[in-house]
């Protein structure tokens, strides 16, 4: 069994930055891919960005040149800097860590930009 928590939620002006941190705990037998995804009220959870075990990222256009996902493998846990937020980032942020079998998911920690 695999949790991930996550934290840095809250509630920002738009422009401003928060930084999402999520540890993953348990058997993990593989965290190649760690992510964040996201969901906005009245829409589906879509992908934020993803980073491997190497380094290589993947982003969102939508949040391109503004958020920057890293990680700490050793810890197994995943960051993601939010900068330059705008109101429609507003969203559940979730944290991803890809399984050998299955994917699992933190429990989310909001995010809130005011205009």
């Known amino acids: 069994q695999v949790q991930l928590v996550e934290s840095g939620g809250g509630l920002v002006q738009a422009g401003g930055s928060l930084r999402l941190s999520c540890a993953a705990s348990g058997s993990i037998f593989s965290a190649n891919i760690m992510g964040w995804y996201r969901q906005a009220p009245g829409k589906q959870r879509e992908l934020v960005a993803t980073?491997?075990?190497?380094?290589?990222?993947n982003y969102a256009d939508s949040v391109k040149g503004r958020f920057t996902i890293s990680r700490d493998n050793a810890k197994n846990t995943v960051y993601l800097q939010l900068n330059s937020l705008k109101p429609e980032d507003t969203a559940v942020y979730y944290c991803n860590l890809r399984g050998i079998l299955r994917d699992y998911w933190g429990q989310g920690t909001q995010v809130t930009v005011s205009s």
């Open positions: 980073i491997t075990s190497g380094g290589s990222t």
